[in-house]
């Protein structure tokens, strides 16, 4: 952005007497030359700084706030307006003057100065508003206004316009001119993102609606599914179960077969139908955060896995004092399924099960806990199969499960605020690892809040 700079004719130059007039004369001339750029200096500076600002604003409000701030400052001005056209009226919605103006009053497009400038898609220099036929005296006359400069915002198709004014007379520059219709372009632009970006933000929103509504229907659809299943597989299994005590020494060897298969096939239907009302409820589950053992909790499942498989030999190392903060239920269930599978997958090895519970450094200095295992591993292709229901990586009847248990650890572990994710190799084990806020950042934010609602308001 230039400006032109004042040419100082022969004609206008100071005359000086004696010996020393010339020098004393271009000497003059100089500093004055000096000032004018100085000034102009110190205008684009501030044209600059408002450029950076308005490229950050997010809101009309503070492009206004930006604008009628600027606008002053670089000219030197009494007052400022920032006026939005709204519809065949101009809105004077902001101002920053000696005295008060016309803020939040509409006039008439074809009133008022700034919806002159505005229809005709240029600015408006008046050095006596008195003596300009398009000035409404009567709508300046309780004002200091003497003089003015209006520029559109957007002279194409204008949105607005910035107003400056003076309480002495001036006639306005073409610097002046030039600097505000600058700012005004640059406005235009800040105007035109809002917009974008506000009508953008609106469909993220009604987007972000959709969904949730979609996954509260499928949730409510899978509970309400899962629900109705239940009682129609119990009376399979019992209608079952009560032909083969009435027929069971009557039946052939097939039949008897038969009715095995479709036992187990119902009991492996329960298990599902069980598994997504699990995961169903999961979304019902009104979350707090506590403090959690998860060290204590682990022990606990282990001892369970023991139990229910008291010939097995594995070897189970749990870390002592693992505390973070959480639903101790959800955590409870997220532990119960990792070290249960940790305990499925090293069932068949030719070796002594290793299982670990622990926590660990990661890149960058975080830190994640994991569940690690030598047991099957599978292939980290497919890694990210594992956390969508019903895909599984191993055939059930060598590993029977419903896939519906790691996608439920999934959504427990976002639900609190972290992420989960495995590596594996197959043949050679596999590593689950997952992320929570720790006792201590749940305390710092606590404490936090608390010196925050203690404060006073200021």
């Known amino acids: 952005m230039t400006g032109s700079y004042p040419v100082v004719r022969p004609e206008h130059r100071l005359r000086a007497q004696g010996p020393f007039a010339g020098l004393s ?20 500076r501030r044209l600059v700084n408002a450029v950076q600002e308005l490229s950050l604003a997010r809101s009309i409000e503070t492009v206004m706030t930006l604008v009628r701030t600027a606008a ?18 101009c809105h004077y919605a902001e101002e ?26 240029q600015c408006v220099v008046i050095e006596d508003i008195y003596e300009d036929p398009r000035i409404p005296v009567d709508a300046y006359r309780p004002t200091f206004v003497k003089s003015l400069i209006m520029v559109p915002i957007r002279p194409q198709d204008p949105l607005g316009a910035i107003g400056i004014y003076w309480a002495q007379h001036h006639l306005g520059t073409p610097d002046e001119v030039e600097t505000l219709q600058a700012l005004a372009n640059t406005t235009a632009v800040a105007m035109e993102g809002i917009k974008l970006y506000d009508e953008m933000e609106q469909r993220v929103k009604e987007r972000t609606l959709a969904l949730e509504a979609a996954n509260q229907e499928l949730e409510a659809f899978s509970y309400s599914a899962s629900h109705d299943l239940q009682g129609p597989i119990r009376r399979i299994m019992c209608f079952i179960g009560h032909l083969t005590d009435r027929c069971g020494d009557s039946l052939d060897p097939q039949s008897k077969e038969d009715f095995r298969t479709i036992s187990r096939q119902a009991g492996q239907m329960s298990a599902l139908v069980n598994d997504l009302l699990k995961m169903a409820r999961l979304a019902r589950t009104e979350m707090y955060f506590e403090r959690v053992d998860l060290s204590s909790i682990a022990h ?16 189970i190392i749990i870390q002592d004092d693992l505390v973070v903060c959480g639903h101790s239920n959800l955590l409870k269930n997220v532990l119960q399924n990792l070290l249960s599978n940790a305990w499925k997958y090293t069932s068949r090895l030719n ?15 975080s830190s994640a806990f994991f569940v690690r295992d030598n047991g099957t591993g599978f292939d980290p292709a497919y890694a990210r199969k594992l956390f969508i229901p019903f895909q599984r990586l191993h055939n059930a009847s060598e590993f029977p499960g419903s896939g519906v248990g790691l996608a439920t650890v999934r959504r ?16 050679q084990g ?13 305390q710092s934010s606590a404490q936090a809040s ?9």
């Not at 001339?29 to 110190?42: D, F």
């Not at 606990?300 to 070897?315: G, I, K, S």
């Open 25 to 44: 004369c271009h000497s003059e001339e100089a500093e004055r030359e000096i000032a004018y750029l100085r000034r102009h200096n110190s205008t684009m």
């Open 72 to 89: 002053r400052e670089m000219t030197g001005a009494d007052g400022a307006t920032f006026i939005l056209r709204d519809g065949d009226k």
């Open 96 to 121: 920053s003057a000696i005295a008060p103006l016309w803020k939040g009053q509409r006039f008439p497009m074809s009133a008022c100065i700034s919806g002159w400038a505005m229809l005709n898609r």
């Open 300 to 315: 606990e499942v282990a001892a369970n896995l023991r139990r229910n498989e008291p010939t097995r030999h594995a070897q």
């Open 351 to 365: 070796e002594p099960a290793r299982i670990e519970f622990g926590k660990a450094g990661q890149p960058g200095g």
């Open 412 to 427: 427990i572990i976002e639900r609190h605020g972290g992420r989960i994710w495995a590596e594996a190799k197959v043949h």
């Open 430 to 442: 596999a590593t689950f690892f997952f992320t929570l806020p720790s006792h201590d950042q749940l």
């Open 450 to 458: 608390a010196e925050v609602q203690r404060s006073p308001i200021t």
